[in-house]
């Protein structure tokens, strides 16, 4: 049997989680001298309360070895097999640490680490697929292969609603900051080859600018997997989200629209009013 362990920055539900029989293992977020697992310890509310207060960015970290042996080690001792996913090895590096857990528990040869190269739900996509195919019985090798064919189609992107947490975060400068504020300015962030990037910045008012990022994957959209969608965001208002949701249900195209809310690692960076449609390409 093959058992789906993922790193917290997978952004899937509770519910989720439990219908795919997936395993979560924690990043940790640090505000000042406190760490704190991410999605068990803390929440996103409480961590824009402290940055706010703070007037910084909290500090994330890695998922620990001691955490990942923990998840592991059951697995193993069942005698199943493992594919682990991770966020981005360049932007953490929770990958290396599944290896090495794995190195010290001996069991190197009934582990697969899959680098999503990607964040969010852009990894719970490739998640949710390989839970399929454990399901169906397919081997450890077959699933981490066909993992490795599927990441390059997965669509990543969302839209910020302030850039004051990407400048926290050294991602932004204050000129762009503060430019961007009095701009009214929503940057388009896209991930390409594991990495971040703006793409295109939109004017005006939050939800108008969210319904016109999804309309601008229209397209894209039409042309996507059908099985599955994601709307992941950071605290949107309710009918922000529901107005993507009712944008993506006059499409006819997706068997399956899925709303989840971004953990702490991802909200920690992005601050709340952060909006994403993630989907796989065919």
């Known amino acids: 049997m093959v058992k ?35 999605r068990i310890e803390i929440t996103p509310a409480e961590i824009y309360r402290w940055s706010d207060s703070n007037k910084t ?78 399901r169906d019985g397919k081997s450890r090798e077959e699933i981490a292969r066909q993992m490795e064919t ?5 669509r990543a992107s969302f839209v910020v609603d302030t850039l004051v947490y990407l400048h926290r975060g050294g991602r932004c400068s204050s000129v762009a900051a503060l430019m961007g504020g009095i701009l009214k300015l929503h940057p388009r962030i896209v991930v390409k080859d594991g990495a971040m990037e703006a793409e295109k910045k939109y004017r005006g008012r939050l939800e108008a600018v969210i319904l016109e990022y999804a309309r601008d994957m229209e397209q894209d959209l039409l042309r996507a997997k059908k099985d599955r969608v994601f709307i992941t965001h950071s605290g949107c208002p309710k009918e922000i989200v529901d107005a993507v949701y009712a944008y993506l249900e006059g499409l006819h195209h997706f068997d399956e629209i899925l709303v989840t809310n971004a953990g702490g690692v991802i909200s920690s960076h992005c601050g709340p009013g952060t909006l994403g449609v993630l989907f796989l390409t065919v």
Do not use: W
């Open 57 to 134: 960015t909290p500090k994330t970290s890695a998922v620990s070895l001691e955490d990942a042996m923990a998840a592991m080690k059951p697995v193993a001792d069942a005698g199943d097999e493992m594919v682990i996913f991770t966020i981005s090895a360049q932007m953490s590096t929770t990958a290396n640490v599944f290896r090495m857990a794995a190195e010290e528990l001996s069991i190197t040869e009934k582990v697969s680490v899959v680098d999503s190269a990607n964040l969010s739900t852009g990894i719970g996509l490739l998640v949710i697929e390989a839970a399929r195919m454990a």
């Open 150 to 154: 599927l990441k390059p189609c997965v």
């Open 4 to 38: 789906i362990l993922a790193d917290s920055t997978c952004d899937l539900s509770d519910e989720l989680l439990k219908k795919y029989d997936v395993t979560l293992v924690p990043l940790h977020i640090l505000l000042g001298e406190k760490e704190y697992r991410d």
